[in-house]
């Protein structure tokens, strides 16, 4: 357990060599040309391959679901690593690796050659609410 001096205990912080740090990712991949391609077995593998990408970063895995069209992660990473090479390797490795694994998701994208739109949705979760976190922010007193 390690002690946050701003909010009190609690279990989710991470420690580095000179940080301490508590960052989600909420992501959300798309499939080019939002083509309805997955059924549970492509989504269930496409889950362990961002597993392994996620342990490479030394960032975790926390939730992953989807749709036929769409994938949503949940990610929490060190603040080394940036979001944009996290994104890159995660849509870089799972296309190639799905389309070699499932035959049948390369009749959609022959011509493309990739399985992921080229665009991805990132948005920071967990926390405080923004409204909480200017509050505290405002409210710091400054030395005389």
């Known amino acids: 357990m390690v002690r946050n001096w701003f909010v ?5 912080v991470r420690t ?3 940080c301490v740090f ?4 909420h992501l959300v991949f ?3 040309y939002r083509h309805k391609v997955f059924a549970d077995r492509h989504l269930t593998r496409c889950e362990e391959i961002m597993r392994a990408v996620c342990e490479d970063f030394e960032a975790e895995l926390v939730e992953f679901n989807g749709w036929n069209n769409h ?17 890159d390797s995660l849509k870089g490795v799972s296309s190639p690796r799905l389309r070699e694994e499932f035959p049948d998701l390369v009749r959609h994208y022959w011509r493309a ?3 992921w739109s080229g665009s991805y949705f990132a948005g920071s979760v967990g ?3 923004l ?3 200017k509050q505290y922010v405002e409210q710091q007193n400054r030395p005389l």
């Open 8 to 12: 009190g205990i609690d279990e989710n």
């Open 16 to 18: 580095g060599r000179h």
């Open 22 to 25: 508590r960052m989600h990712v």
């Open 30 to 32: 798309v499939t080019k």
């Open 71 to 87: 994938v949503h992660l949940q990610v929490n990473f060190p603040p080394k690593v940036a979001v944009s090479k996290l994104v």
């Open 113 to 115: 050659q990739r399985l």
């Open 127 to 129: 926390g405080a609410p």
């Open 131 to 133: 409204s909480i976190v």
